[in-house]
């Protein structure tokens, strides 16, 4: 089992930036993929990027690409989302995620996840 705590959450004008913070406790493995995802109000839950285990692959969504940055540190079992540039159209909950997901192209799919954070709630105000 691994849980997963999200954390940096907020309000934020636009523009501005936030830092999101994840941290894994338990089981986790050399081919766990970490990531992030998120859903607004009355809209379908997200890709917004993914890491693999040592920070040597990522991937974004087209619509956060160029703003947000994927990082972790596996010896703290943490991975980062830093956002900058924010958009009102960030406004979501965050969730964080992990998985042993082999196939790079699988990654940005919610279902092939096996773990979930509880959310932390992003707000950029306009």
């Known amino acids: 089992q691994v849980q997963l705590v999200e954390s940096g959450g907020g309000l934020v004008q636009a523009g501005g930036s936030l830092r999101l913070s994840c941290a894994a406790s338990?089981?986790?493995?050399?081919?766990?993929?970490m990531g992030w995802f998120r859903q607004a109000p009355g809209k379908e839950r997200e890709f917004v990027a993914w890491i693999s285990w040592g920070g040597s692959s990522t991937d974004y969504a087209n619509s956060v690409k160029g703003r947000f940055t994927i990082s972790r540190d596996d010896a703290k079992k943490t991975v980062y989302l830093q956002m900058d540039s924010l958009k009102p159209e960030d406004t979501a909950v965050y969730y964080c995620v992990a998985g042993e997901i082999f196939y790079s192209f699988w990654r940005t799919r919610p279902g092939k996840y096996d773990y979930w954070g509880q959310g932390t709630q992003v707000t950029v105000s306009s």
């Open positions: 338990g089981r986790t493995l050399s081919s766990t993929v």
